[in-house]
């Protein structure tokens, strides 16, 4: 019983999953933490976000996000330069 009742808790659960993606910076304002991509997605980090301290527009970048289904993006853990 205990089993089947965990079964449907998670089955009820929304999809959380760890994702990344590899883009350019086009545009990046690190008081506000809003960058833009160069296929013009835009971005908005938190402050727990981790990113170099001279990141700068053309920088070719990793980015580590958590993305909830349908809702989007979660939160951005990380930027790295590549």
């Known amino acids: 019983m205990r ?3 965990a079964a449907l808790v998670l089955a009820a659960s ?14 990046f ?6 960058f833009t991509l160069t296929d013009n997605t835009v971005w908005h980090m938190d402050s ?12 070719r970048v990793a980015i ?3 993305q909830n289904g349908d809702d989007g ?6 930027l790295a330069r590549l």
């Open 3 to 5: 089993l089947l009742i």
């Open 14 to 27: 929304p999809a959380v999953a760890s994702d990344s993606q590899i883009s350019t910076i086009k545009t």
């Open 29 to 34: 304002d690190a008081q506000t933490g809003i």
């Open 48 to 59: 727990r976000t981790k990113f170099p301290a001279d990141l700068a527009s053309g920088d």
């Open 64 to 66: 580590s996000f958590l």
């Open 73 to 78: 993006i979660v939160a951005i853990w990380s």
